[in-house]
């Protein structure tokens, strides 16, 4: 099993902001490698590696337990249960990446125990978690976390509804720890961030987030909310910082439609794909992402994101994307010309994606 991203994006930047990463850039931007596979007695495994980078990344590294057809366990490096889009392979985004509040919140891969339990409409998802794979190799001391999720995912008449939440627990072990909630404009490809809280001082992080989605033939829309509190030592005040997003999408081409399993959403499979004779799956997304990192005296700022999204699946494993974002910030982290933090960026990012 495999995937290869290649992105290509430029985005405009304010005057008085001078950075190497705004224009145009491009970079391969993931390159998984692994197996996976079934033992005897229930058990399966998945093993995998991004060699995008210049370091290789393990990503999932993971054994299951299948102890009865409603009830998985899973054991190992793999995602902890967050909203519908995180949880969303990167396979299958409406965008060339997720929402604000998807990255800015820091959400990975780490190691951990956790269960499953899916029957008829409803999926109970929860677990306990450590540091990644990565961080669990220093000398310092391992955050844990207890993380849980609900759906509730009935047919309504001939679409498919979806109604989530989740809570989060994240004790960071460690007096002396930090976190940061920063985010990229919309694209991968620069390495500026114009909303970043810096570094926080913390002893814990709580989350709660909401989620709905509603697939009908070739429509589909889907919004989350996620709320985020930061605990800090002493009498610090603990800042809140929230993100969400509302998206809507439809298919231009007869047939089509959206693909959604176990709680999220699942590849597309064009009703004439071009093998077939056919031109594929088109559609188009819009979105507005919401991302606000002011609270509490840490002044991060605000992102307001307008989006438009093209998506081309020529075949079941091959992916086409154009993305393109108008960002309003209000205290933005960087600073314009005079001293200026409301202001505007531009943002337009492109993919070409295979996996096997």
């Known amino acids: ?46 093993a995998e ?28 490096q793999h995602k902890p249960f967050w909203g519908l889009e995180e949880l969303t392979s990167d396979l299958f985004p409406s ?12 959400y990975e891969r780490r ?5 499953t339990y899916a029957k008829g409409d409803v999926l ?42 989740s809570v989060h627990y994240h004790d ?4 002396a720890s930090t976190v940061r909630y920063r985010v990229r404009p919309l694209i991968h490809t620069p390495d500026i961030r114009f909303v970043d809280t810096g570094n926080i001082t913390a002893v814990s992080e709580t989350g709660y987030g909401l989620e709905a989605a509603y697939i009908q033939g070739p429509f589909h829309i889907a919004s989350e909310a996620h709320w985020q509190r930061v605990e800090r030592p002493g009498a610090l005040t603990n800042p809140t910082f929230f ?27 064009p009703h004439r794909p071009v093998d077939k004779g056919g031109f594929g799956a088109v559609q188009v997304n819009v979105r507005y992402d919401y991302l606000d990192l002011i609270d509490a005296g840490v002044i991060g700022g605000k992102q307001d994101g307008y989006e438009l999204g093209l998506v081309w699946t020529p075949t079941d494993y091959t ?11 209000s205290d933005a982290f960087l600073p314009a010309a005079g001293g200026d933090r409301d202001y505007s960026v531009d943002a337009l990012g492109g993919r070409v994606q295979i996996d096997f």
């Open 1 to 46: 099993r495999g995937r290869i991203q290649l992105d290509a994006g430029t985005i405009s930047s304010p005057p008085g902001i001078s950075d190497a990463s705004t224009g145009f850039g491009s970079e391969v931007r993931r390159a998984y490698l692994g197996f996976e596979g079934k033992i005897p007695g229930g058990f399966g495994y998945r």
């Open 124 to 165: 109970l998802q929860g677990g306990a978690f450590t540091d990644s794979a990565a961080d669990l190799n220093n000398d310092e001391n391992n955050s844990y976390s207890l993380d849980g999720r609900a759906v509730f995912a009935p047919k309504l008449g001939s679409g498919q509804l979806h109604l989530g939440g």
């Open 243 to 269: 993100g969400g997003y509302l998206e809507a999408g439809l298919f231009l081409t007869k047939g089509d439609t959206r693909g959604y399993k176990g709680g999220v959403f699942d590849r597309v499979k």
């Open 172 to 175: 960071l072990n460690d007096s």
């Open 111 to 115: 190691v951990g125990l956790s269960a």
């Open 95 to 106: 965008f060339v990446e997720r929402a604000a509040v998807n990255t800015a919140f820091g």
């Open 319 to 329: 992916r086409f994307m154009l993305s393109y974002g108008h960002l309003l910030y």
């Open 49 to 76: 590696i991004d060699v995008a980078a210049s370091a290789v990344e393990i990503t999932d590294l993971f054994l299951t337990y299948q102890a009865s057809k409603e009830l998985q366990f899973t054991i190992g």
